[in-house]
């Protein structure tokens, strides 16, 4: 049950953060947005024609669920690297974008490919967003949140070594995109609450590539060796893909079939 001091239901869009704050902000559509990298590579994968399974971090029935939807369990980037071999499919965005032969994939990662595995049951629609497809995202919701629907964002965020949320600047300039172009649909800036008002802001206030190239996130993939992924995921705008949890897989809107009438759920 949302507590009282994080109600955000006046607004039709909110906005907060990691997994705690996807559970206590409820609302019909809740965007996931994991730009370094969840993501981001599920825009890629979605793009290449690839069925995406979010799954939970390092949980070790990882693999029995590849095995049972007959799909490719991808490993984390820094695993990869240190395999030396790459024929092992990983959470890189940049190395995703030349596989081959795969159809479907199981792709964990700590952040935001878990908070939309959990969100999976939790009666909102689950739909992922970076700054590739910030637009396509706003444009696909527009029409729903016209029609009456409420949206949270969900900036994943990153964790502490103790495991608690580090929010990433990098996951609020995503969530800033998505609804900088979701209130210019709709041209009702009055429909986000304040905190949503704020990512727009932080968005506004960006100059990409250059600011995710030198923000700490961007700084450790490009020491690290990943800076292709860092500049994949500053793209803004240049992905059409919509990706909706349908199920346990994402898949693009755009192949899916048209709703039904919708019944309204009433939510706090």
Excluded at 203 to 232: C, H, K, Q, Y
């Amino acid at each position: 049950m949302t507590l009282p001091g994080h109600d955000q239901s006046t607004h039709r869009l909110r906005m907060e953060w990691g997994p705690t704050g996807a559970a206590e902000v409820p609302a019909d559509y809740a965007v996931v947005v994991d730009v370094l990298s969840f993501t981001t590579t599920l825009s890629v994968a979605l793009e290449r024609g690839i069925e995406v399974f979010p799954f939970r971090w390092k949980d070790s029935r990882a693999a029995e669920h590849a095995l049972r939807h007959g799909a490719t369990l991808a490993i984390g980037r820094f695993e990869a690297l240190s395999r030396g071999d790459a024929r092992h499919v990983s959470l890189s965005p940049a190395s995703l974008s030349e596989v081959e032969g795969i159809e479907r994939l199981v792709l964990p990662s700590p952040n935001g490919s878990t908070i939309a595995f959990a969100l999976a049951d939790s009666g909102a629609e689950v739909v992922g967003a970076c700054l590739r497809n910030a637009g396509a995202v706003a444009r696909w919701l527009a029409p729903r949140v016209a029609d009456g629907a409420s949206v949270v964002v969900v900036p994943a965020g990153e964790r502490w070594y103790d495991d608690t949320l580090r929010p990433a600047v990098e996951d609020l300039w995503g969530a800033g995109a998505v609804l900088a172009a979701l209130v210019g649909e709709l041209e009702s800036p009055a429909a986000a609450s304040p905190e949503a008002r704020m990512a727009v802001a932080a968005w506004r206030a960006t100059a990409m590539p250059a600011d995710l190239l030198n923000a700490a996130s961007g700084i450790e993939l490009a020491e690290a060796g990943f800076i292709a992924d860092v500049e994949i995921a500053a793209q803004h705008d240049v992905s059409e893909v919509v990706p909706v949890l349908v199920g346990e897989s994402f898949r693009d809107a755009a192949a899916l079939p048209p709703p039904g009438p919708r019944l309204r759920r009433v939510r706090s």
